[in-house]
């Protein structure tokens, strides 16, 4: 372990920091000055060698490895990003999606207080929505969810504000709308074993003349296909840095929307990368997934006004061509292209 940090460096514990999200925001924490500790159990056999934070290897609710971090270290804060996400085999397996990210993230919190620490930066989703009354979504939605994952969510978000009222627990929740590129010059970026988002997927097809499944052209939307709001990983992970800002000045909690206020089509998206890569993909449609919106698109105006959040990353074809950079680095990485070359 190279990395440096003066004594008076901030500890911040990062759950699943070693994946996609959570490694961006890693990263910037670090750059900010703070000591980073990540706890990720590497469920997706993710490489992850970079030597700015110290890695532990294991459960994020394991209890004997969070009592050990908290007595040797005198952490600041937690952001939790070890969760389940795929909102399908949430569906298909809501009993997994209960455990990990609902039983397992009460585990956590019940160390953390008993600790007293008192600051909690938690990476919720628009899953909590669910079927979209009015757009764009501000979070002053009704909270429907219609998926489990998106049910997790909430429950977590709930417990939330009960802490904060009980025990005085400090947080922030975020609610991401759809995170996509990558920071492929620190090697960082989406590294899923069984991928299922649109744009890694969509570049793997265009780059091995494969063909692309679109889930369901029937939608109320321009095209009929789903419509979803981009916002790059770089973009989110800023957010984060200035939602521990807004936590270290604030004694309140509050919920902020994550996204750009623009949305784009799976058809859009598609022909967006065939201008990037000058190909024509081979497209098949598929009826629709459960649990899948006909369109997601942000009003993240709260995030603006009060944490000064302004995506800077965000345009989609900055977010396709990082992708597709990370893309290109990923296929020539011996411990990960199994996975991808066989796609």
């Not at 909102?87 to 997994?96: A, T």
């Not at 039983?103 to 979209?132: N, Q, R």
């Not at 629709?288 to 009003?299: H, K, M, Q, S, T």
């Amino acid at each position: 372990m190279n990395t440096q940090f003066s004594f008076n460096s901030p500890t911040i514990l990062i759950t699943g920091g070693a994946g996609y999200i959570g490694s961006h925001t890693a990263f910037l924490m670090y750059k900010k000055g703070y000591k980073v500790i990540i706890l990720d159990n590497f469920w997706q056999n993710q490489s992850f060698n970079h030597n700015w934070a110290q890695v532990i290897k294991g459960d994020f609710a394991d209890k004997k490895i969070l009592e050990k971090i908290f007595k040797e270290n005198q952490i600041d804060a937690v952001m939790h990003f070890a969760a389940f996400i795929e909102v399908g085999e949430s569906v298909k397996n809501p009993l997994k999606y209960y455990q990990n990210n609902v039983v397992k993230t009460l585990d956590l919190l019940e160390v953390m207080l008993k600790h007293d620490v008192k600051k909690f930066i938690f990476s919720s989703s628009c899953a909590i929505y669910g079927i979209p009354q009015y757009l764009p979504l501000d979070e002053n939605h009704p909270k429907n969810p219609i998926n489990p994952y998106g049910k997790c969510k909430l429950i977590i978000e709930e417990t939330l504000k009960d802490l904060y009222n009980s025990h005085n627990l400090k947080f922030v929740s975020l609610r991401y709308f759809n995170a996509a590129g990558s920071l492929f010059g620190e090697n960082l970026g989406e590294r899923h074993l069984n991928e299922t988002h649109l744009i890694p997927l969509l570049l793997r097809a265009a780059k091995k003349n494969k063909t692309f499944t679109i889930f369901g052209d029937g939608y109320k939307t321009k095209d009929g296909s789903c419509v979803r709001d981009f916002v790059h990983v770089s973009d989110i992970a800023q957010a984060h840095v200035l939602a521990l800002e807004y936590l270290n000045k604030n004694e309140c909690s509050d919920f902020f929307n994550l996204g750009t206020g623009n949305g784009f089509s799976v058809k859009e998206i598609v022909a967006a990368v065939e201008k990037i890569l000058t190909t024509k993909i081979k497209i098949k449609v598929e009826k629709r997934r459960e649990g899948d919106p006909a369109i997601l698109v942000a009003d993240s105006s709260k995030a603006n006004e009060i944490l000064n959040w302004k995506p800077k990353y965000s345009d989609l074809e900055n977010i396709l061509k990082s992708a597709l950079h990370f893309e290109n680095i990923i296929y020539k990485d011996k411990n990960y292209s199994e996975e991808v070359q066989k796609f």
